[in-house]
Structure formats: C-alpha cells, structure tokens
C-alpha cells in the first residue's frame, strides 16, 4: 500500500502535477535513498513533503519567544534546555531587536525548542530520512556529485569564527539553502538513526559509532561525511544546545 | 605406566606454576580494592615537556581536566591548518600518573567547536579506553574514572566517527603510568611524537590546508612531523642539555598510518622499553614505535653536538618532516669522538658534472613572478635547503674547498646572473675574490621560480649588487640552451 502511495506521487509528479508551494517552502518530491547506516539492506522510501529553503533565523526566533513566553531564555524550564539556550543573546537584553534580530540562523536551541517553533508554526522537524534525502540534492546547477563532499569538507577544516547569514553557502537543486556548510540541523528522530522497525535498540547503535564497531555498522566506510553527520546527532540529547546547532521546519503535504 | 604417566604430568604442572610464578613477580598488580588516599590535580605540559613525577604514595586519586579545542595553527612556515588538539596543541597534553592511582578523568568539548568528540586512552582497562563513556557534543563535558592497572606509557587519541579522520587532525596524545617505585631518575624527560598529516596541497604549498581523505585512504601523508608540525622542535627551538647528562624520551607515534622507524642520529639508546612496556633493551640504534603505540628510550650524551631525532624510514625525515633535535652542549670528548681530522677532494668518478636530479621544470609550467620581498623570504629558506651545506649560513664558504657567495667577483661578473650555475652545475678551477678553487658543484633540479628565488636573495643579502632575478629570466635561459 505504501508503495503504491509513492508511485502514484511518482507518476503524479511526471505528469506534471504541481505540487503546493507554500511561502519560503520548497516541494521535495517522493522518491527513496541507500541510507548511510547498515542493517537497511533496502532503500528506504521519502514521500514527498515540503521543506523550509533557508534554516530559522535569530529574528524569526525572537518572535517566537516573544508570543510563547515560556520559551524564552529567562523562563525555559531545565528540562527543555540546558544552561548554554540562546547564550549568544544579550542575557538582560534579549527583547531588544537591535541586538538580537538578525538573519543568522538561531543556533543554541535545543530539540524541544526547535520542535515547539515548528508547531507554532503550524509545521514540524523533518525526520532524519527527510532531510538525509533533501541533502542529496546538488548545488544548483552542478553536475559532480563530488561538490557536496567538498564542501563539507572545506566546512569541517576551516573555523568560522564569524556568523554567517542565512542564503550564503549553497542552493541545491530543490531550491534549499545551505544544508551543509552552515550549521548543523536538528532532525526529529535525531536519535533512532535506524526506522522504528529495526530490532536493535538505541543504545547499541548509538556506541556502534566509537573505534571499531564504527567502520562494521556504515553501509560505507569512506563515506567520512556522513559518518561526521551521524556521529554528531549521536552526541546530541533533546535538551542540548550549542554554538553550531539550528534548524529549519518541514510541513507534509495534505492530501485531499 | 599410568603411574609413571601421572607423575610426569604432576612434574609438568609444577614446572609451569613456577615458570609462571617468576614471570609474574616481574610486574607489579594492582589490587583494584586497594583504599584510594589523598587526591591531586595532574599537572599536564604540552610537548617536549614532561610533567614532574606525582610525589604522593601511590593509590591517590588523580583528577585530570583536559579540554578539546579546533584552531588553526601552524603546520609548517606558511603552511596552516585547522588542527583538532587535546588541550590547545598537537601533540596533546602529557599525562603523568602512578599504577595504582585512580584518574578522575574530565574531558571538556569547547563549546566554539564544531564537532563532537571523545577519548580512548590505551591505559584504560574498559569498554573503548573510555571512548563510550566520554563521547560529547561541543559545549559539553564527561567524566570518568578508571584505575590504572597496568604500568606503561600508553597513547591516547579520539576515538569518534569517523576515527581516522579526528587522529588525522590532530587528536592523540602520551599517558605515563609510572611504576610503583618510580622510573629511575635522569637529568633530563621529554615528550616527542610523531605523526602524519594528509593536505590538499603538497608539502611545502603555502596557505591553509584542508585535510585530504583520498591521501589518507592511501596512506600517502604529505607531511610527517616529531610535534606536530615542521621543525617544531629544531634550531630555536630545539630539546638542550649538557654533556654528561643522561636522557629519557617518552616515544609516541599518533598515526593514524605509519610506523616510526625511530632513531637519533648521533646516539645510541643504553635502554628502551620496548613498546613503552616493562621489557627492557639495551644498546638499540632504531627503535620501532606502532601507529598507537609508544617507547621509552633513554641514553647518556657524552660529546657536544646535535643530536636528530628522525623516523629512519628517512625520505619521511628530510623530505616531509619527521626531525627533532636535541642540543647538546659542553666540552669535546676527544676519547669519544675525535671530530673531523683531515679531508680532501676525492672524485673517484671523474669529473663529470652529478645532477641532484634529471627532473627539470616542465616548460608548460605556470609562471610565478614574486615580488622582491617574497623573493627573498623563499630564497632564503631554499638557500638552507639546497646551498648551505657548502656555501655556509654566512655565505663565505669553507677557504680552499668551496667558494665564498659574499661580494663574489666570481658571480657579479657572470651575465647570466649565475643562473647558468644553479641549473648546470660549475667544474674546474675558476678563481674567486683572488683565491682559486677546483671542486664540483653539481646542478641543482630547482623551477625557473626557485631559482630566481634563490638568486635574488644571493645577490641581496651577500653584498653583490641587489636586484631582481625573475622567473622569466631563468625560462629565458634555460629556452636558449
């Protein structure tokens, strides 16, 4: 049955059926991918969903935290952030946009933080398989599949000691922002890393990615990339927040 | 017979429960529920430093704080890279504790870091040296403690996804776990490990260097360094004692690929602990260090001079890196070493011209044109490499053998600039500032670039007129031979 769904979205989509576009939203269209890790001997399918083309900025934040007090930084509860949630705001000053608002994407945010914006705003994360398979798309208008490891690379040896804005690294080819290079992206099941149908339990995939139980559970070990991504999210709990961290909210498509 | 059978077995038994016994009263065990007295914050040096010997009986507990931080730094001159350090530098924080002692151990990922890390410390007895227990996101902090069972100077490193990778940038590092008794006292400890560095661009391209995957797939590093980058231990900066005073070097090889070959060139090791365990060697002129793994070496420095620490896998040493010095200084020991006695010209090859190498500068090669700043700064660095050797630091040479460079009326008389010399070498006797000499110099394989380098600074910084040699000159040259 599931299948079906997404062969139909398939052959929707080479008709030329348009899917909805929603503002600062891009269409990713259905279609499947070889997940990074091992015991996912399939690929797995991604229906089509819609995705935001830039990450959430310090200034769509502040807006946020202004209309649900119990998110800002002097309010939020332990148990939803850790002590460092959005440190880079001026700490008696937030409210001030001056200092505040700016086109940066909001970093220092924790899971559940990320998580109550995207409600707010009537949206949700993107689950892991969402943005694994958006971030397979090349940059605009390339050819090498080459290009996304470059950057990537070029990310993790030079320091960017200054901010960027949001919009400044990449378009790939769905029209998305800089999903590498800028800063890392929460994901809903930032911990499972494998579906809900696989037996092993998180614990054990989570220390499958030290010395070397590492290299036996990636389906490929020169794939160093994706291994840096993985391992990331595995060092992650849902209360954590750091310099590098944001994220950017996706929406399904209703069907009618 | 079965009898006979039963006490052989009995005689077998008994045989090796005394063989094992002796073996065991060689190392020292810990009883792990030993009490723990006392606590004490480990004093941590960065390399070639060796923190001083915890006074403490044994059985303290030891709290260790070392904190990971990504910067850049500098690889080799005019080289950077962006290195992943425990503790702030390459190779990380030395570590000294006693077997016995328990080590609180507290790792700190800065939070302006973009990834997250771990360690793995081979003196560790549990799951991943601590791997599993100290895997932190940037911002974060882990603690641990373990037990130090086993004496022996191990290597620590990170062990985080993708694991090659964080070693390659930088993440390793020495732990000592003294012996009960302590190691015996030297003059001298130092800290010195080797490791590799895999980079976009080759050995010696300037400006910042990212890390190359495919290079360390095929373990083809670029640069292989004693301390974490080119000469990071050499001239200025070089390890120094005096005559008669005895030395101890704690060896660690990072990795992530290659083994070390270890040698000082000059010296001979009176003892090394083998793979920086509890066998002892005596006499040893190359050691081999594992990738991960370490030695402990210690020798007596009988005569003035310098002393080189290399890998003797030698191309890794002169070509990529891979030397440290010790200087040592004091009073000649002619009983020992006398010097050089005599030396004279002996050419049992003829007189034919030896090229250093065939390779010459493709002609479709890019042109650089320097300014005369930069050609100065990389001819003086090339000057050390390809021309000091005769012509000397100062550029006067050795009277009689090899020819001064200083207000040379040799070469301001020359039209090519000299630029014939470097490329074709120069033999027979020609007469210099009034003095003659009969020597070969062989031609040295350098780019059209290199050349104009090295002779602009010749003609600059030893009196002979100043001014520019361009690459195009050399190209010039070498297009109307």
């Not at chain 1, 891009?26 to 990074?36: L, N, T, V």
């Not at chain 2, 390399?47 to 080799?76: D, F, Q, W």
């Not at chain 2, 006292?185 to 910042?208: A, L």
């Not at chain 2, 630029?419 to 000499?437: F, M, R, S």
């Amino acid at each position: 049955m599931q299948n079906f769904k997404v062969i139909l979205l398939i052959c929707s989509l080479l008709t030329g059926l348009n899917l909805p576009a929603q503002e600062n939203m891009k269409p990713i269209p259905a279609g499947s991918y070889k997940p990074f890790i091992k015991g996912l001997t399939e690929k797995v399918a991604v229906e089509a969903f819609l995705l935001d083309t830039v990450q959430v900025t310090n200034q769509d934040f502040l807006e946020f935290v202004k209309a649900n007090e119990q998110w800002s930084p002097d309010k939020i509860k332990a148990l939803f952030a850790d002590s460092a949630y959005l440190i880079h705001w001026p700490k008696n000053d937030w409210q001030n946009e001056s200092k505040t608002a700016n086109q940066e994407p909001v970093v220092n945010v924790s899971w559940f933080a990320a998580n109550a914006y995207c409600k707010w705003k009537n949206k949700r994360l993107p689950s892991l398989h969402e943005w694994e398979f958006a971030a397979l798309a090349l940059p605009m208008n390339s050819l090498d599949s080459n290009e996304l490891t470059q950057i990537n690379h070029s990310w993790y040896s030079r320091k960017n000691s200054t901010r960027q804005p949001i919009g400044s690294v990449y378009e790939n080819q769905y029209g998305i922002w800089d999903m590498f290079g800028l800063v890392w992206e929460w994901v809903y099941d930032f911990n499972s890393v494998v579906s809900s149908n696989d037996s092993r339990n998180k614990e054990e995939i989570a220390s499958g990615f030290f010395c070397g139980s590492a290299s036996l559970n990636a389906s490929d070990a020169s794939d160093y990339v994706s291994f840096i991504r993985y391992s990331y999210r595995g060092s992650l709990k849902g209360n954590y927040t750091t310099r590098k961290l944001g994220f950017r909210c996706a929406k399904s498509i209703e069907e009618n | 017979m079965k009898t006979k059978n039963f006490l052989n077995i009995i005689f077998i038994l008994l045989l090796v429960s005394i063989i094992s016994c002796n073996q065991k009263s060689e190392r020292t065990i810990v009883d792990p529920d030993e009490e723990v007295k006392g606590v004490v914050h480990a004093e941590l040096t960065d390399a070639p430093l060796v923190p001083p010997r915890i006074p403490n009986k044994s059985n303290t507990k030891v709290i260790v704080n070392l904190e990971i931080i990504e910067k850049e730094m500098r690889l080799a001159d005019g080289v950077d890279y962006t290195f992943w350090t425990f503790g702030g530098s390459v190779p990380g924080k030395f570590i000294r504790v006693r077997q016995g002692d328990l080590v609180e151990f507290h790792l700190h990922n800065h939070p302006d870091n973009l990834l997250p890390h771990n360690i793995d410390l081979h003196a560790v007895t549990g799951p991943g040296g601590g791997a599993e227990a100290s895997l932190i996101a940037p911002g974060k902090s882990a603690q641990f403690s373990f037990r130090a069972l086993n004496q022996g100077l191990y290597v620590y490193h990170c062990a985080t996804a993708p694991v090659g990778m964080h070693i390659a940038n930088g993440m390793y590092g020495l732990i000592l776990v003294e012996p009960l008794e302590g190691l015996p006292p030297v003059d001298h400890e130092f800290y010195v490990m080797q490791s590799e560095f895999y980079t976009s661009g080759n050995y010696g391209d300037r400006g910042h260097q990212d890390f190359d995957m495919q290079k360390a797939f095929d373990e083809r590093p670029d640069y292989v360094v004693m301390n974490g980058s080119v000469g990071a231990n050499t001239g200025e900066n070089a390890m120094m004692v005096q005559v008669g005073e005895t030395v101890r070097l704690f060896l660690g090889n990072g990795g992530p690929n290659l083994v070390s070959s270890f040698h000082a060139i000059g010296e001979i090791f009176d003892k090394v602990y083998v793979e920086g365990g509890t066998l002892i060697n005596h006499d040893v002129q190359t050691t081999l260090i594992p990738a991960g793994g370490s030695a402990i070496v210690e020798f007596k420095c009988e005569v003035p001079g310098t002393l080189h620490l290399v890998d003797h896998s030698i191309f890794r040493a002169f070509n990529k890196g891979a030397i440290a010095q010790i200087k040592v200084v004091g009073d000649e020991n002619h009983q020992v070493f006398t010097g050089l006695e005599k030396e004279e010209v002996y050419l049992p090859e003829g007189t034919a011209i030896q090229k250093i190498s065939k390779k010459t500068e493709p002609s479709d090669a890019v042109m650089i044109e320097l300014s005369h700043e930069e050609r100065m700064e990389a001819g003086e660095k090339l000057y050390k490499q390809n021309c000091l050797a005769c012509h000397m630091d100062h550029g006067k040479g050795i009277p009689g053998t090899f020819p001064p460079l200083v207000n040379s009326d040799f070469l301001q008389a020359r039209a090519d600039k000299g630029i014939g010399i470097v490329l074709e070498g120069l033999q027979g006797e020609i007469t210099v500032n009034g003095e003659k000499y009969n020597n070969i110099m062989p031609a040295v394989s350098l780019s059209d670039d290199q050349v104009a380098s090295i002779l602009t600074y010749i003609h600059n910084n030893f009196d002979n007129g100043g001014g520019l040699v361009k690459a195009a000159d050399v190209k010039a040259w070498r297009e109307q031979k």
